[in-house]
């Protein structure tokens, strides 16, 4: 009985989506826009889940994020977020790398480029709780000891 909105860039992606869950169209709303500039409403969504999406985003514009995302679930809503995470003493390298690498480009049109800078599990506690969510919780990691690696948590509103 879910009624799911589904955000991407790509048209493509959502058609795809569209086309895998036919049966279930009547309860899917495809938007083609990005999460950064999209109004989510306020307290409109139970639960909203981010996968793999927002790893290239640097620590200000995902706070951002994240209390536009705050805002958007209703009390007791719940966040749920899968993405690429480093050890806490690599994200300064991952970090200077990113600079490094956009040195010589062109300014991006939205302002932000799609390279990866992840960061550790503590530093996407820190940036939850700063937005206002509470309850953090690492619910699955693939390797901890990893370089790069992959993290599930949840947070509640």
């Known amino acids: 009985n879910a009624l799911i909105t ?4 790509s048209k493509n992606m959502l058609e795809l989506l569209r086309q895998r869950y036919v049966a279930h169209v009547s309860q ?7 999460f950064l500039t999209m109004p989510f409403g306020t307290q409109a969504y139970d639960h909203i889940i981010s996968a793999l999406a ?3 985003l640097l620590r200000d514009t995902k706070r951002e994020l994240y209390v536009k995302i705050h805002a958007a679930l209703k009390p007791g809503g719940k966040y749920i977020e899968g993405d690429s995470v480093v050890p806490a003493e690599m994200e300064s390298q991952f970090l200077a790398e990113y600079h ?7 300014q991006a049109e939205d302002g932000h480029y799609h390279i990866d800078v992840p960061f550790s599990i503590d530093t996407q506690r820190s940036l939850l709780l700063e937005a206002g969510f509470k309850n953090f919780e690492l619910v ?7 370089v790069w690696n992959v993290a599930v948590y949840v947070v509640t509103a």
């Open 6 to 9: 589904g955000i991407d860039l």
């Open 28 to 34: 899917i709303t495809l938007v083609a826009d990005s």
């Open 140 to 146: 699955w990691q693939k390797d901890s000891t990893a």
């Open 100 to 106: 490094q690498q956009i040195a010589g480009m062109p």
């Open 54 to 56: 927002i790893h290239h």
